[in-house]
């Protein structure tokens, strides 16, 4: 699997302007936020199980669970911002 560092040296080559980034940039948000919204709705008994009758106890944070122990894996800052913009987006 590639690195984060890796990914985005690709991205970046493919990216020709700085319109088509801001779309692209825009376009992987929307479809990340449209993801959680469809893993928010997915019946959550075995979720609410393991994690009590609590509001967040869906699909969606364990999923955003699962993206942060990837970008703990690969850097601390990509952490801290990626935690910020999951916990903004799960409110």
């Known amino acids: 699997m ?31 936020i449209g993801a959680l919204c469809l893993l928010w709705m ?10 009590g009758e609590r509001e967040y106890a869906n699909w969606a944070t364990i999923f955003c669970m699962g993206v942060l122990f990837y970008y703990g894996s690969e850097s601390f800052s990509l952490t801290f911002g990626g935690g910020a913009f999951l916990l ?4």
Do not use: C, Q
Not at 2 to 21: D, S, T, W
Not at 88 to 91: A, K, N, Q, S, V
């Open 2 to 32: 590639k690195g984060i560092e890796e990914l985005v040296e690709i991205y970046h080559e493919e990216a020709k302007g700085k319109f088509e980034i801001f779309l692209r940039v825009l376009g992987v948000l929307l479809l990340f």
């Open 42 to 51: 997915i019946p959550d008994g075995l979720v609410k199980s393991w994690m």
């Open 88 to 91: 903004l987006t799960l409110l």
